[in-house]
T-cell receptor
Framework: GNSVTQMEGPVTLSEEAFLTINCTYT??????LFWYVQYPGEGLQLLLK?????DKGSNKGFEATYRKETTSFHLEKGSVQVSDSAVYFC??????????????FGSGTRLLVRP | DGGITQSPKYLFRKEGQNVTLSCEQN?????MYWYRQDPGQGLRLIYY???????QKGDIAEGYSVSREKKESFPLTVTSAQKNPTAFYLC????????????FGDGTRLSIL
């Protein structure tokens, strides 16, 4: 079945450092890929998405490229801020396998940014 | 503002009691979903509904029930059969179209008294 694997956290960085959070996936079809962010005590907010190979999703300085050859969708940001501290979830949806369009999530990566 | 409203934010359940979590959306989305989040884990699908008066079990439906009588509402009942209900519950909705993302509410945290 389909699955998503994320690097374990917490990831601790100083302000203005470069961020990479690794995400790899297993899918039988042609999934869409997403990054969601969760701030403490809140729901998930869509950060960015990519729907086909080589697509690059971007938002608020974050980027991720859909790499079919390596089955990866790594999240990057060139200069993190304290306000980026949150839990980041990689997820996929594969309607070719499941018509519910349900999201399959990784276990999340906590990011802590220090001033 | 359009969005998804979950209530209450915190809920406590006594042994043997059923409790109902509310989820309302004004985004005019056809599909709605309930997920469960446990500490340090990703979200798992409980139930989903793609149209009014129809819903389907997700991966962990045992001990839960739902209804979809109106397009904008998708309440979740945690029954006494759910032996480990303590978790963070998230409702989501999605517009039509194969590439549309899911949008989430702010969640309800359920605890056992």
């Amino acid at each position: 079945g389909n699955s998503v694997t994320q690097m374990e956290g917490p990831v601790t960085l100083s302000e203005e450092a470069f961020l990479t959070i690794n995400c790899t996936y297993t899918a039988t079809g042609y999934p869409s890929l997403f990054w969601y962010v969760q701030y403490p005590g809140e729901g998930l907010q869509l950060l960015l998405k990519a729907t086909k190979a080589d697509d690059k999703g971007s938002n608020k300085g974050f980027e991720a490229t859909y790499r079919k050859e390596t089955t990866s969708f790594h999240l990057e940001k060139g200069s993190v801020q304290v306000s980026d501290s949150a839990v980041y979830f990689c997820a996929l949806s594969d309607p070719s396998e499941d018509s519910s369009y349900k999201l399959i999530f990784g276990s999340g990566t906590r990011l802590l940014v220090r001033p | 503002d359009g969005g998804i409203t979950q209530s209450p934010k915190y809920l406590f359940r006594k042994e043997g009691q059923n409790v109902t979590l509310s989820c309302e959306q004004n985004l005019n989305h056809d599909a709605m979903y309930w997920y469960r989040q446990d500490p340090g884990q990703g979200l798992r699908l409980i139930y989903y509904s793609q149209i009014v008066n129809d819903f389907q079990k997700g991966d962990i439906a045992e001990g839960y029930s739902v209804s979809r009588e109106k397009k904008e509402s998708f309440p979740l009942t945690v029954t006494s059969a759910q032996k480990n209900p303590t978790a963070f519950y998230l409702c989501a909705s999605r517009d039509r179209g194969s590439n549309q993302p899911q949008h989430f509410g702010d969640g309800t945290r359920l605890s056992i008294l």
